[in-house]
């Protein structure tokens, strides 16, 4: 029994325990707004998890400042906008696509197509064949040839 307990808690993501119980909401409704918000922004520490899935120390501050804004009154969009102002739009797990979030949106596009290019660019160079024998060449080739048993 101790076995599967320890298998069920591996397979439970530790990402549950990012949120710490001192950080949440007294209010169940404000909390799930906070977690709503907080699914969508990016840590800036871990780059490829929402703050709420995150334990870093950066995360957990952006929770907070989150939970602040939202019991001040803000709304969701008020509360985002507030930490884009403050971090930029790198903190959106989404960035909205415009000039300054062009690199983001359009460099991984290129560097796929410079990678396709450049593998061409290999294949291109490979020999596509082997010369023919020349008559020396084949000689030598049926000598050996009739040397075998």
Known sequence: MRAWLAVLLLLISPS???VQPDEMLPDPKLEARARAVSKDLRCLVCQNQSIDDSDADLARDIRI???QRIMAGDSDD????FLVDR???YVLLRPPFKGTTL???GGPPLLLLAALFAARGV???RPQGTAPLSED???RLDRLLK???
Not at 78 to 81: D, E, L, P, T
């Open 16 to 18: 549950v325990w990012a």
């Open 103 to 105: 690199v983001l949106w």
């Open 78 to 81: 008020q509360a985002r906008q």
């Open 123 to 125: 294949f291109r160079r």
């Open 87 to 89: 971090y930029g739009d």
């Open 65 to 67: 400042l989150l939970r």
């Open 137 to 139: 060449e084949k000689a």
């Open 147 to 149: 040397d075998e048993p």
